[in-house]
């Protein structure tokens, strides 16, 4: 059994390849969007660090259970380490498990890899990237992948990266064992996510060959269509800040022509059409102003803008000084202290997430959010509606 060659360094896959899997939902739909972003710089955030760091505790957890040898954890990372990331990391490990020994229980002597590289360069140029866990028993492939994100919940199904890796994983495999199904699982323990996608073996490699390969070959030569949509904001494009059909696209929705004149209204129909494009408008706003602030922090000048001070607050210089100055004033500390309890988040932290669940469980409510709206499409239950006839669009 071939464990994962230690002379590639994880961080540098997970950032290097020009048609990442992790970018791949985007290149595949705007193919010439790799090529694009060659130009500016990557945009490794400290949520990514701290992913990296996720990573090599799951590993290192996962092969100690497995009773293997573990790499020491990159010591410059470890400022991450906290009892709440240790609690989300072994609530993954433990659903790992489960598949290892469902896999151990039906099939004799499974493959168990931990970190493995996974090439699908047949497909995609260049491309690999790392399977956290690969299992093969039998005739199922398994690939599962852990996610730390807790920002929204990675859906499982038709995900272009996990069907990569499951690819790649296959195409290690398929000479060896007769491999029939392939199935792909998100481990995203921060938000109790840990859906899956089970297709079989055929399909998967059919996908690859009419869909991946000839939008990797035209992606990997900057050719096609650009095409914005979420993928713009989600799968992080670099460009999405000075693209111009990201631009168009969102400047479309202001620039829309309702062949109306006041004192008509916008009908129900228009403002839902308005609304349905409005995230993707603001999005691009945000991030066009986000771009023109670092610019001119940077020192670039944007004719008619200035850089100001923003508002700010007073505050003490030295918050020991401040106290230890009114207690030899003999100002009572009761006075000048106040006792707060931590809140949801910052205690679970503190005392860590199991002893958060077994002590505090049955005394934290969920009060019901505020109202929002949304897409029709979106997961969560409809509210029942309050509107009247009186408040009705005519
Ligand atoms: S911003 Fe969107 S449309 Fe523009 S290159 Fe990137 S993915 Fe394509």
Not at 144 to 150: A, E, Q, S, V, W
Not at 249 to 258: E, H, M
Not at 326 to 352: C, F, H, N, Q, W
């Amino acid at each position: 059994m071939k464990l994962r060659d230690k002379s590639i360094p994880i961080v540098a896959e997970r950032a290097h390849a020009k048609l990442s899997a992790s970018g791949s939902k985007k290149w595949l739909t705007c193919t010439p969007s790799a090529k694009l972003e060659e130009q500016f710089p990557d945009e490794q955030s400290s949520f990514a660090a701290e992913g990296t760091f996720a990573h090599a505790v799951f590993e290192q957890e996962l092969l100690t259970r497995l009773g293997r040898p573990v790499d020491p954890l990159p010591q410059d990372l470890l400022h991450f380490d906290s009892a709440d990331l240790r609690d989300h990391v072994a609530a993954a490990v433990a659903v790992a498990m489960e598949r290892i020994d469902d896999a151990r229980a039906r099939c004799e002597d499974p493959v168990i890899l931990v970190e493995q590289r996974v090439d699908f360069s047949r497909w995609v140029p260049e491309g690999f990237g790392t399977g956290d866990l690969v299992i093969v028993a039998d005739d199922t492939l398994e690939v599962l992948d852990l996610k730390f994100g807790k920002g929204v919940p990675v859906q499982a199904l038709e995900n272009t990266q996990m069907r990569l890796y499951g690819l790649g994983a296959w195409d290690q495999f398929a000479h060896l064992y007769d491999i029939k199904s392939v199935r792909m699982t998100i481990l995203q323990p921060r938000l109790d996510n840990y859906a899956c996608e089970e297709i079989g073996a055929q399909e998967l490699v059919d996908w690859a060959d009419t869909y991946v390969a000839p939008r990797a070959t035209q992606a990997w030569a900057g050719e096609g269509e650009f095409v914005p949509g979420d993928h713009c904001t989600s799968g992080f494009c670099r460009a999405r800040f000075l693209c111009p059909a990201r631009a168009e696209a969102a400047l479309a929705v202001a620039q829309q022509d309702f062949a109306l004149k006041a004192p008509e209204l916008l009908t129900r129909e228009q403002l839902v059409d308005v609304l349905s494009k409005a995230d993707m408008a603001i999005d691009w706003l945000n991030d066009v102003k986000s771009y023109a602030l670092k610019q001119a922090e940077a020192g670039h000048e944007l004719p008619g803008f200035k850089l100001v001070e923003g508002r700010s607050n007073r505050k003490y210089a030295d918050a020991d000084a401040v106290a230890q100055k009114l207690l030899d004033a003999g100002v009572p500390e009761a006075l000048i202290y106040e006792r707060s309890l931590l809140g949801i988040t910052a205690m679970e932290k503190a005392i860590g997430k199991k002893k958060f669940a077994e002590l505090l469980n049955d005394l934290v409510v969920k009060p019901a959010g505020k109202p929002t709206l949304v897409p029709v499409n979106d997961k969560r239950q409809a509210l029942s509606s309050v509107a009247s006839a009186a408040t009705d669009f005519s």
